[in-house]
């Protein structure tokens, strides 16, 4: 390993788990709430903060160790960093790489805002159908009602 690399590994490899990169640069608290590793679970994790990125000037990197995302994961966290990186470590290496894909339509991932959504009632349950008007910045509307998402609140709104 280089001295430049050298310098740069913050973070202790890991045996097995996963290695989220390339996160927005302070977005990690929100991506590890999302994914409900809040600190009252036994798995490890690490965390880098504000490092220098070239691809997105300043990222944040996860990893947790002995978990591996599921897809429903990958789309609840494709809502805060839909540019990042997902890689499976098993045996200290990159066993897979996981596609993070935002898509035209986000399914069954967060219920909509709006307290008065159809989305919301009890007596004839729909789909909770988010349109993605655009990525960058992130914007998405309620199929049914059509009102704009606050991102933070969608993470309050999680299913």
Not at 51 to 67: L, M, T
Not at 91 to 100: D, L, P, T
Not at 142 to 149: E, K, V
């Amino acid at each position: 390993m280089s001295a430049p690399e050298t310098a740069m590994r913050r973070v202790t490899a890991i045996n097995n788990g996963t290695v989220i990169d390339h996160v927005p640069a302070g977005k990690a608290l929100v991506v590890l709430k999302m994914l409900g590793l809040d600190g009252n679970m036994a798995t490890p994790v690490s965390m880098v903060m504000n490092v220098p990125s070239q691809k997105i000037g300043g990222k944040d990197i996860i990893k947790v160790e002995d978990r591996e995302l599921t897809q429903n994961e990958l789309d609840r966290l494709a809502l805060i960093a839909p540019q990042a990186s997902v890689a499976i470590i098993r045996a200290y290496q990159v066993a897979e790489k996981r596609v993070i894909n935002l898509g035209e339509e986000v399914v069954n991932v967060v219920h909509c805002t709006y307290a008065n959504c159809a989305t919301l009632g009890d007596r004839e349950p729909l789909p909770h159908r988010m349109k993605v008007v655009s990525v960058d910045p992130l914007n998405l509307r309620c199929h049914y009602c059509a009102r704009p998402q606050d991102i933070d609140e969608l993470v309050a709104n999680l299913l």
